[in-house]
């Protein structure tokens, strides 16, 4: 279940989150280098949290707390 959510106004498009994502559910798209998440593949391990130098990955507070 993707946790994970992409704030587009903060997000730089540096890319460093799809090197970090473990299953392939980030990719930054070639043609406008936007950072797109594919909800079906994203496993939850917030492994991209932690090296967003923006912050612009986030989990929402009432989908942290949903699952804990």
Aim: proline residues 3%; hydrophobic residues 35%.
């Amino acid at each position: 279940m993707s946790k994970v959510q992409i704030d587009d106004k903060k997000c730089v498009h540096c890319g460093v989150c799809t090197s970090a994502c473990r299953s392939n559910a980030l990719k930054i798209n070639k043609n406008d280098f936007c950072i797109y998440l594919k909800k079906e593949n994203c496993i939850g391990c917030e492994s991209c949290l932690g090296v967003c130098p923006t912050r612009a990955i986030y989990v929402p507070v009432e989908l942290r707390w949903l699952c804990v």
